[in-house]
């Protein structure tokens, strides 16, 4: 799915986003953006894939990706930089 290959860039930015020392408010703000637009797509991600006519088309397996992306971007959030 589109979004969750969206999602995927979103964290990969996240995680690779290092900030150069405690002065660097600008790396800080593009991990809170990116881990903040992992959440949104994730969740748009996870919403869709609930319906019911989606989840017996694809298969409940199509819940990990967005959880674990989420997760992923949460807790990058959290620890920060």
Partial sequence: MILQ?????CCYTALT???SGP????ARA????SCALTLATSALALL?????????T?????L?????????????WVLGG
């Fill in 23 to 26: 002065w660097d408010d600008d």
């Fill in 48 to 56: 869709i894939t609930v319906v019911p006519s989606v989840r017996r």
């Fill in 30 to 33: 593009g991990i809170a953006l």
């Fill in 5 to 9: 290959l969206l999602a995927a860039w």
């Fill in 64 to 76: 990990v990706p967005p959880l674990v992306l989420g997760v992923a971007a949460a807790v990058r």
């Fill in 17 to 19: 986003i290092r900030p």
């Fill in 58 to 62: 694809m298969g409940p397996w199509w």
